[in-house]
């Protein structure tokens, strides 16, 4: 049963920039996509975007369009989102989900399953 | 891409049950069967409860229900529990080809 792991607490400055991982483990990411949602302090989930490691395609919301770089390295099972020009505003859990899953480039599940343990990134000069 | 809306918060006492509404459009809930809702214990990542408006993965609970009509779908919980006091979370495709969450509900069970 694949589970995924994210890399630990971050604390950047405003300006930098961070990037945050995530590694399945008991399996790969295989036909599914890797999407990447976050939740500021108090505050609802964000939609961020995703990657769908086997065809490097990626989709990001327009609200994070030229700030955030979603990658990921199928060798190794882990995917990477890259936030740059941070504000206290990206101060937020991070998460990572696996989903949906493709059968070519027909989506063919609609959901996110499992969740990574999420990854607390905080922003203060 | 505007989030979809859920009331702040809602509550019933165990035995009771419950339904909290998700509201989209017509270019959301209103055009896709891609509706999921994922459970929130305070501190934990989100859980997957129901997808594609109605199913429920292996292991969830059958006193969750979903359902849609129109543009608003809602998740219904039977028999309240004292474990189910959480935040839920409505989530649905777009034909932005994103995806767009909720603004969440707390449910608190008296």
């Known amino acids: 049963q694949v589970q995924l792991e994210q890399s630990g607490a971050e604390v950047k400055k405003p300006g930098s920039s961070v990037k945050v991982s995530c590694r399945a483990s008991?399996?790969?990411?295989?036909?599914?996509?890797v999407t990447w949602v976050r939740q500021a302090p108090g505050q609802g989930l964000e939609w961020m975007g995703g990657?769908?490691?086997?065809?490097?395609?990626?989709n990001y919301a327009q609200r994070f369009q030229g700030r955030v770089t979603i990658t990921a390295d199928e060798t190794t099972s882990t995917a990477y989102m890259e936030l740059s020009s941070l504000r206290s505003e990206d101060t937020a859990v991070y998460y990572c989900?696996?989903?949906?899953?493709?059968?070519?480039?027909?989506?063919?599940?609609?959901?996110?399953?499992?969740w990574g343990q999420g990854t607390l990134v905080t922003v203060s000069s | 891409q505007s989030a979809l809306t859920q009331p702040a918060s809602v509550s019933g006492s165990p035995g009771q049950s419950i339904t909290i509404s998700c509201t989209g459009t017509?270019?959301?809930?209103?055009?896709?069967?891609?509706v999921s809702w994922y459970q929130q214990h305070p501190g934990k990542a989100p859980k997957l409860m129901i997808y594609?408006?109605?199913n429920r993965p292996s292991g969830v609970s059958d006193r969750f229900s979903g359902s849609r009509s129109g543009n608003t779908a809602s998740l219904t919980i039977s028999g309240l529990q004292a474990e189910d006091e959480a935040d839920y979370y409505c989530?649905?495709?777009?034909?932005?080809?994103?995806?767009?969450f909720g603004g969440g509900t707390k449910l608190t069970v008296l």
């Open positions: 990657i769908i490691p086997i065809f490097g395609s990626v």
């Open positions: 017509s270019s959301d809930i209103g055009v896709y069967n891609y």
């Open positions: 008991g399996g790969t990411f295989s036909n599914y996509a």
């Open positions: 989530n649905s495709y777009t034909s932005s080809s994103t995806w767009v």
């Open positions: 594609d408006v109605r």
């Open positions: 989900a696996r989903g949906p899953q493709y059968s070519g480039y027909d989506q063919t599940t609609n959901w996110f399953d499992p």
